[in-house]
């Protein structure tokens, strides 16, 4: 607001404030809006505290429940209900990651199967599916933060606060092993691009009806054990 006031009075514009009787043309103008706009953004901060004191008191206690519902849930008294059809989106996300589908790939089907009504599936959304505790029914809180001192910009939560993490809070979407091993897959995912690990038959291997070259992927077989499959980048990209 003062930004604003001072601008207006560079271009010759007198603001005149009706109900606290004085503008911004007299002398002392400037130097009572200063001490209203200090007390207005105090009075800001304090209660902005006070809240986040109530909203970790509930994280503490396990009743808190962020405002906006991930997808495939909505909303209910308080507690987070399943949406069927949106439910059994994210187990086709899960199930055809696990089976070596590039997030992609996944995308790309997603947006033919399941086109949404307005707006288009990234692959941004489908890793944070991925990668939501929420879907096997825990709740991970405080993950970032807002800090109590100008400026109010949301950070990392990378030890500067306590973090909460809890279990069994709703009905869960996929297995806690499902999710596991898409950790896993995306951990491993992300340490061969940044390393750029190749093995002895790396660009040597060629589907032969497209010709299309072959990708070794990392997988988790149904007793947990790290392996990979070569699957065809035309299918992966």
Request: hydrophobic share 35%; net charge neutral.
């Amino acid at each position: 607001a003062l930004a604003s006031v001072r601008e207006m009075k560079s271009l010759g514009v007198t603001v005149v404030f009706e109900k606290e009787g004085f503008d911004t043309e007299t002398s002392n103008g400037e130097m009572i809006l200063s001490m209203i706009c200090a007390t207005a953004q105090e009075e800001s901060l304090s209660i902005s505290k006070n809240l986040k004191w109530g909203i970790r008191k509930r994280m503490q206690d396990g009743t808190y429940l962020n405002g906006m519902s991930p997808f495939g849930y909505e909303k209910q008294e308080s507690q987070l209900i399943p949406i069927e059809r949106e439910a059994e989106i994210v187990r086709y996300i899960y199930s055809s990651f696990l089976v070596g589908v590039g997030t992609v790939q996944i995308a790309e089907e997603l947006n033919r199967r399941y086109p949404k009504e307005n707006g288009t599936w990234y692959v941004s959304a489908v890793r944070r599916i991925l990668m939501n505790e929420k879907y096997i029914g825990d709740v991970h809180h405080q993950k970032n933060f807002t800090p109590d001192d100008l400026p109010l910009l949301c950070q990392k939560n990378s030890g500067q606060l306590p973090q909460y993490y809890v279990q069994n809070h709703h009905k869960a979407l996929v297995s806690r092993q499902e999710f596991e091993k898409v950790q896993t897959l995306l951990k491993r995912k992300g340490t061969e691009r940044k390393n750029q690990n190749t093995c002895a038959f790396s660009n040597k291997l060629y589907c032969a009806e497209c010709g299309f070259p072959e990708k070794s992927e990392p997988t988790v077989s149904l007793c947990g054990a790290a392996e990979s499959i070569w699957i065809n980048l035309n299918y992966a990209r």
